[in-house]
């Protein structure tokens, strides 16, 4: 069941990684120079990019998060449940 829950956290992590990436994709162009001694061109990563500051945006989700008790959440009868991964569903208890 550990392996299981390690492999979960796993995919969902890369999962969160790859939607980062596709949503906020950095489309800086990168020039390529020639470079002495190189018999074909070099890529100058040395771009602008705009950077985020990331303290910044750890401060406002603390500042803005919604702290419920679970006391206090309610499930309707007609809530439609997530399909369980596969590889879940013989440990789903």
Aim: a neutral charge.
């Amino acid at each position: 069941m550990r392996l299981l829950l390690i492999i979960y956290v796993t995919d969902h992590c890369v999962e969160m990684i790859r939607q980062n990436i596709m949503c906020n994709a950095d489309v800086t162009m990168i020039t390529w120079d020639w470079v002495q001694g190189l018999k074909t061109p070099y890529p100058n990563f040395n771009t602008r990019h705009q950077c985020r500051n990331y303290k910044k945006i750890l401060d406002w989700s603390v500042k803005h998060a919604v702290h419920i008790d679970r006391s206090e959440v309610t499930r309707f009868e007609d809530t439609v449940d997530m399909v369980l991964p596969s590889h879940l569903m013989h440990h789903n208890g």
